[in-house]
């Protein structure tokens, strides 16, 4: 299968500050790209998606100026916790959309586990 | 919503056949069926989808019903590190579909 990597995989920040997460598609390109967030023994909760070369979409809820997203290039997609608090604390994972022979896969990263003090 | 039922939890004695069911009673015409699974503290690993025909890779079989009402995924012999939250879900391709995650079936894989 494809591989999608992530970066960092663990972060711990301090309540204010902005902390960036980067999502990697590493043997294909991926014009859409996805983030996930999970809480402690709960489903993943799409939070938006990532277009190459254009703005994201976002799920209802979801703060489009705290959780900003570019993906600025066909395998590469950020997505930054802006004046992240203790209640944005949670695993934040990625996913890429895959085509081959005309079926699509979602690949999705290792995640990334953001605590916020 | 997610458009599918699935037990929430199932066991397995290891090196036995897995069996893990999934409804979706509402599916579409145009809607596959995929299955996903979650390792704690990891991303989803996906397994395998398929629309009507059964489908086979390394990791798993689906049987997909022949009204597609209902599917079963298949771990033919089921080891210690196939204990996971397994995930079906229902979706066209492409567009703007998306991957709308239930709350899955946890198989417990015993020694």
């Known amino acids: 299968g494809a591989v999608v990597s992530q970066h960092p995989s663990r972060v711990i920040c301090k309540s204010g500050t902005s902390v960036k997460i980067e999502c990697r598609s590493l043997d294909f390109q991926a014009t859409t790209m996805f983030w996930y967030r999970q809480f402690p023994k709960k489903s993943l909760m799409l939070m938006a998606t990532?277009?190459?070369?254009?703005?994201?979409?976002?799920e209802q809820g979801v703060e489009k100026d705290k959780f900003l997203i570019n993906h600025a290039s066909l395998t590469l997609s950020t997505l930054t916790v802006t004046s992240a608090h203790p209640e944005d604390s949670s695993f934040y994972i990625c996913?890429?959309?895959?085509?081959?022979?005309?079926?699509?896969?979602?690949?999705f990263g290792p995640g990334t586990r953001l605590l916020v003090l | 919503d997610a458009k599918t039922t699935q037990p929430p939890s199932m066991d397995c004695a290891e090196g036995r056949a897995a069996n893990l069911p999934c409804n979706h009673s509402t599916i579409s015409g145009n809607e596959y069926v995929y299955w996903y699974r979650q390792i704690h503290s990891q991303g989803p690993q996906y397994i395998i989808h398929g629309l009507k025909n059964n489908e086979t890779n390394e990791m798993a079989s689906l049987i997909i019903t022949e009204d597609r009402k209902s599917s079963t995924l298949i771990l033919p012999h089921a080891t210690l590190r196939d204990t996971a939250v397994y995930y079906c879900?229902?979706?066209?391709?492409?567009?703007?579909?998306?991957?709308?995650f239930g709350k899955g079936t946890k198989l417990t894989v015993n020694p």
């Open positions: 996913s890429a959309r895959h085509w081959r022979d005309r079926q699509e896969t979602q690949y």
């Open positions: 990532s277009n190459e070369g254009s703005k994201a979409t976002y």
């Open positions: 879900i229902v979706r066209t391709q492409g567009g703007s579909e998306k991957l709308v």
